[in-house]
């Protein structure tokens, strides 16, 4: 578990793995889909995504030349698990607020 967290804990990883599930997206559009992550934050995680067999990056050429990223097998064999987090946020952390709902406080 702590290489895991230690990974996918990081801030902005899961969002571009969840992204990324959907299929091959190109550096821009990736941007673009995950508001407020820098150009060099998302070229830093993809780099370390890619490091741990997680991603591939695969270059277009042009003109104009192109960047995109896929997930690789691995990476994809942690939709069951994301989408598994994702269920449980909604449920135990539901609002805005990102709190535990009071009835489950027990």
Do not use: N, Q
């Not at 990476?75 to 698990?81: D, K, M, R, T, V």
């Amino acid at each position: 578990m702590t290489r895991v967290f230690g990974l996918l804990g990081k801030r902005w990883t899961g969002l571009i793995v969840a992204v990324l599930m959907h299929g091959p997206v190109h550096f821009a559009d990736l941007r673009r889909a995950i508001p407020g992550i820098s150009e060099r934050m998302l070229s830093d995680r993809l780099t370390e995504l890619g490091g741990a067999g997680l991603v591939v990056r695969r270059v277009d050429e042009g003109p104009p030349l192109r960047v995109s990223y896929r997930l690789t097998t691995a990476g994809s064999a942690l939709e069951p698990a994301l989408s598994e987090l994702g269920t449980w946020a909604e449920k135990y952390l539901g609002g805005e607020g990102g709190t535990c709902p009071g009835e489950f406080r027990t």
